[in-house]
């Protein structure tokens, strides 16, 4: 399994970055994926996710209305358009696959990860 993300980068409060997550090694549309993000000193929390299929997501509170995870099951990939960016977004955001089709399951893989920071 690998989970290459991108996307990441400087970016002013109120702006916008979209994350991508490129999967192989698996058979993508078997399984939910979804976004963390770790800020310095904070544990990782989850930001959203998105089943196998695309028909269930779930978001944090402190993001939902501004940032929309989807994917992309021909191309391997999932997504996360952030907009309205705030101070408090910034950290390294994370992809990860779960263990089956549902959000419901446990993660099992991570990427990388890709810095976020939004400053002035």
């Known amino acids: 399994v690998q989970l290459v993300e991108s996307g990441g980068g400087l970016v002013q409060p109120g702006g916008s970055l979209r994350l991508s997550c490129a999967a192989s090694?698996?058979?993508?549309?078997?399984?939910?994926m979804s976004w963390y993000r770790q800020a310095p000193g904070k544990e990782r929390e989850l930001v959203a996710a998105?089943?196998?299929?695309?028909?269930?997501?779930n978001y944090a509170d402190s993001v939902k209305g501004r940032f929309t995870i989807s994917r992309n099951n021909a191309k391997t990939t999932v997504y996360l358009q952030m907009n309205s960016l705030k101070l408090e977004d910034t950290a390294v955001y994370f992809c990860?696959?779960?263990?089956?089709?549902?959000?419901?399951?446990?993660?099992?893989?991570w990427g990388q990860g890709t810095q976020v920071t939004v400053s002035s």
């Open positions: 998105i089943s196998s299929l695309g028909r269930s997501t």
């Open positions: 090694g698996f058979t993508f549309s078997s399984y939910a």
């Open positions: 990860a696959k779960r263990g089956g089709a549902s959000v419901a399951k446990g993660v099992d893989y």
